[in-house]
């Protein structure tokens, strides 16, 4: 079995003696930096990563984009609409450029891991100073040095890596909630997704790594984490130690502090029974599963290679709900997948129905250069993938509803998370199966652990009262 190359510690300490080296160049000079994130999870994780990177820089963080001395765009690759968005958003910086020409403006993230794209920057978006994908973001302090010091593109993109880059300094967005890696990449190639491409293989991190990094977030006061990647489940088939995803959520519970265990994605096909009894019996794993189902045809999910059927995949949510009975079941499903026929898409329907997820998020099929699916005969006509969309969100909303209703009246533990943004008076939290309930209550109330009950539901979000304050 190969074992990860971890980054050499040479490698950092030459990252690191650049940043000091820009603090130093930056020292009183007030500098600000801006970073616009799309996409999944793991992109905002890097995000974080670089906007930790650019403050120990000695820049800091800016809402305005007017004030920005550095503007970085982490950019999605996962469907053609967020490409193209990204794309009109990244040609309106020009006009800002051109009033600030010291601006230094970066593109990262998993559209550079597409040539074509970087092609398309070098020719058209030619104020662009620094490009770099997802497998070197450790490298950006000499990258952004290298642009402060030239006129020209500094463009920086490796196709894969074993790396697994640790200690990199991370600026999080809460100080209560906390994302951490635990795999990066995907073995998987389901035929439509790009992240196979732009991510690399999957190569877990060090269980004492983690183990590090979640007691050191306990120390600073965190009290959720979640572990993040492609496909959780899959967590240390690349290390040579006896490891696997459940029991490092065994190794997790037991550390002081942290209050709630979350984790994104699960694939179908490796979910264990040993990781449904981790989920029942540890009291931090929280109850709520992300369980992308893609398609109810069995034909269609064939085409898709993802390797299970409708029939197993019903039969998992019945193991998951038997042992865990409170659990909330989210999902993500494509329609209009090449092939998909009306019959498919009822096959879709009757699982939305038999399931009952809590919610879905439910996508158009998108073509993307290099994947299997893209050169597969019978591509679905636009008007019916938005009819068949339409008609799926009507029936998970009703379901989502009908959920959320069944909470109204119940007491339920949350996590309380800030103030509510629509209503000062109110404080926004979070239920084990993360859901959001909102609340009136006192601001020294954030980060406590309560007893709301619940007296009004929406799809997603509910209103609730103060029972007690467990801690
Ligand atoms: N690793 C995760 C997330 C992958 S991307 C997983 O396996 O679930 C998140 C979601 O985007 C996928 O679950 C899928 O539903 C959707 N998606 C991926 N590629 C797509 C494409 N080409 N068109 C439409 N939706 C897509
Ligand atoms: Fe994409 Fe499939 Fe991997 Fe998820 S499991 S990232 S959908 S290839
Ligand atoms: Fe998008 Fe890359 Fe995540 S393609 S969904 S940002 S892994």
């Known amino acids: ?17 650049i940043m000091k080296e820009i603090a130093e160049e930056n020292k009183g000079k007030n500098l600000y ?38 503007l970085l765009f982490n950019t999605c690759a996962v469907r053609e609409h967020a490409e193209i968005r990204v794309l009109g958003r990244v040609s309106q910086m020009k006009e800002l450029k051109a009033r600030n020409p010291n601006l230094i403006i970066g593109v990262s993230g998993c559209m550079m891991q597409e040539k074509n794209v970087v092609e398309a920057i070098k020719e058209k978006y030619s104020y662009i100073d620094i490009v770099f994908g997802t497998h070197n973001i450790y490298k950006f302090p000499q990258l952004l040095w290298e642009a402060l010091n030239s006129q020209d593109i500094v463009i920086d993109i490796i196709e894969d890596t074993k790396n697994v880059i640790e200690e990199l300094p991370v600026k999080r967005d809460s100080n209560l909630k906390a994302w951490v890696n635990i795999i990066y990449g995907c073995n998987n190639f389901c035929t439509y997704c790009i992240v196979p491409y732009t991510r690399g293989r999957e190569k877990s991190r060090k269980p004492e790594d983690i183990i590090a990094e979640v007691k050191e977030l306990a120390q600073k006061g965190y009290k959720e984490i979640t572990l993040l990647g492609q496909n959780v489940n899959s967590y240390g088939k690349d290390l040579d130690e006896d490891i696997t995803f459940a029991k490092l959520l065994y190794r997790l519970n037991d550390i002081e502090g ?58 998992i949510i019945d193991k998951v709900r038997s042992n865990i009975p409170e659990i909330s079941i989210t999902t993500d499903i494509i329609v209009g997948f090449p092939g ?54 009507e029936l998970q909303n009703k379901i989502s509803l009908e959920k959320s209703a069944e909470l109204r009246g119940k007491i339920v533990e949350v996590l309380i998370e800030g103030i509510s943004k629509r209503d ?10 993360n859901k959001v309930v909102h609340f009136v209550g006192d601001e020294s109330l954030i980060g406590k652990l309560a007893n709301v009950k619940i007296t009004e539901t929406k799809a997603w979000t509910m209103q609730g009262e103060l029972v007690e304050v467990i801690r």
Do not use: W
């Not at 997820?357 to 699916?373: E, Q």
């Not at 000062?424 to 199966?433: A, E, I, M, V």
């Open 33 to 70: 930096y801006h970073i616009e994130t799309y996409g999944c999870q793991m992109n905002v994780h890097d995000s974080e990563k670089l906007a930790g990177m650019l403050e120990e820089m000695g820049y800091k963080y800016t809402e305005n984009l007017e004030q920005a001395d550095v």
């Open 340 to 393: 998909e026929t009306e019959e498919d898409f009822l096959e879709t329907l009757d699982l939305v129905e038999r399931v009952r997820f809590d919610a879905a998020y439910t996508f158009i099929y998108s073509k993307r250069a290099g994947t299997v699916a893209a050169n597969m005969p019978d591509q679905v006509d636009d008007a019916v993938k938005h009819e068949r969309l339409e008609r799926l969100i």
């Open 424 to 433: 000062s008076n109110k404080l926004t939290s979070r239920t084990r199966t």
């Open 1 to 17: 079995m190969p074992t990860n190359v971890y980054v050499t510690e040479e490698e950092l300490k030459k990252q690191e003696k």
């Open 258 to 315: 942290i209050e709630r265990i979350r984790f994104m994605t699960s694939h179908p096909k490796d979910i264990s029974d040993e990781l449904i009894y981790a989920m029942r019996d540890l009291d931090k794993v929280c109850e709520h599963l992300h369980l992308p189902v893609q398609a109810g045809s069995n034909k269609i999910l064939k085409k898709m290679n993802r390797k299970y059927t409708k029939e197993h995949y019903l039969e």
